[in-house]
């Protein structure tokens, strides 16, 4: 036997009082056992007798079932989850800081008492956010587990917001109008594959949030090199079946990333334009998807805000800011209004990736954005576009 080092001390626990062979002797189950009459005794006084057998109810369900919330959020929050159901894979998370590398199974110990695994399945489908829906093979051999993607009821979706470029030849052959399509067919693709999952997995969500990422292109040549101005037709229905009781909506739309290398402001402007049509489709889209959800109790409830996020370029940390908007489903009043009104923030690819932001909009169409001392970036627009930006969203 080896000596102990100095200043540690050696601890043996032994966790059974009978040897090996004998602790692992299963006792009889009760549920065998035969049940013992008394002469005289009634069917009812034997079942009292019987209850008062059984084991009272753990102290841990004795207490609220809101503090009981609290202790599993403390178990299963800041963590990653991915599991199968049929043919489609599911990830969500519980908490902000969980590891997207990461994921884990739900706890064996919620299986030590049915009404313990009750609690967790139903805190987990009330506070999971499902992030990510893909088929997987039918043959591959997964484990079973007890979680359904129909009884997920938070979802985060992302889809990028591709723009085509078009134009109408007029009678001379000439180009004379420019169309710019949002969204393109692949992204339209995109959505109705995801709506497809949803259906197949009978998933009808409560609460969607759906970020949107404008277009990432170089506009080499000008939108309104032709007579009139474009038409920017953007057209987010199909972001509008995603369920049937949708009682809030969430659509982020993600800080522009622009290219500034060959058009310098012009592309600066294209962008300023665009956003603001996605802005204003956005905010009819998110009010249609709660009012064809609710159509029996009309109404809804408004707020936009600016979230910074942190971000890590190859020289230094950054923080963007991507544009919320919330509407909730809310009986008898329509109440809010947008607080932010076209592209507040973006960030220049060119040189050293700087970060604009504080816009402020001055007489004679003038817009500009500062970027914390390193420089002022300004844009002149149209009367027609001013009035295109303040035109009415809802």
């Known amino acids: 036997m080896s000596t102990p080092l100095p200043g540690i001390d050696v601890v043996i626990i032994n966790l059974s009082s009978t040897p090996h062979h004998q602790s692992m002797k299963r006792p009889p189950s009760p549920s065998i056992a035969e049940?013992?009459?008394?002469?005289g005794q009634s069917p009812s006084s034997r079942q009292a007798?019987?209850?008062?057998?059984?084991?009272?109810q753990p102290a841990f369900f004795q207490l609220p079932r809101e503090l009981r919330d609290q202790i599993y959020a403390l178990l299963l929050t800041n963590e990653q989850y991915s599991f199968t159901d049929g043919n489609l894979h599911f990830t969500a998370h519980l908490g902000a800081n969980a590891c997207s590398y990461s994921w884990s199974r739900l706890p064996k110990w919620m299986l030590a008492n049915k009404q313990m695994q009750h609690e967790v399945l139903d805190y987990f489908y009330r506070e999971a956010v499902c992030t990510d829906v893909v088929r997987c093979s039918p043959t591959a051999k997964v484990r079973r587990s007890l979680l359904r993607g129909s009884g997920l009821k938070r979802f985060e979706l992302g889809f990028c917001l591709d723009a085509k470029l078009g134009s109408e030849l007029g009678a001379s052959g000439v180009a004379e109008e420019m169309k710019i399509y949002l969204p393109d067919a692949s992204t339209k693709w995109s959505v109705k594959i995801c709506q497809d999952f949803f259906s197949e997995a009978g998933v009808d969500p409560k609460t969607i949030t759906i970020r949107l990422s404008p277009p990432v292109f170089e506009f080499r040549e000008s939108l309104f090199m032709h007579e009139g101005e474009p038409r920017i037709l953007c057209d987010l229905q199909p972001l509008t079946r995603f369920?049937?009781?949708?009682?809030?909506v969430e659509l982020v739309i993600n800080e522009a990333d622009i290219d500034t290398t060959w058009t310098g402001a012009q592309a600066i402007f294209h962008h300023d334009v665009i956003y603001s049509a996605i802005q204003q489709e956005v905010c009819k889209t998110a009010v249609q998807i709660v009012s064809d959800c609710n159509p029996a109790v009309p109404g809804y409830t408004l707020r936009d805000w600016l979230e910074p996020e942190l971000y890590r370029d190859y020289k230094h940390w950054g923080t963007m800011h991507h544009w919320h908007l919330e509407v909730c489903s809310t009986p008898g009043k329509k109440s809010g209004e947008i607080k932010y009104r076209g592209m507040q923030t973006f960030r220049d690819s060119d040189g050293d990736c700087l970060h604009f932001e504080r816009r402020i909009e001055r007489e004679n169409g003038l817009v500009e954005w500062d970027a914390d001392g390193w420089g002022t970036k300004r844009i002149h627009r149209p009367k027609w576009v001013v009035e295109f930006a303040n035109r009415a969203f809802i």
């Open 49 to 56: 007798d019987d209850d008062a057998k059984l084991p009272s």
């Open 35 to 39: 049940p013992i009459v008394r002469r």
């Open 243 to 248: 369920g049937t009781h949708i009682e809030k």
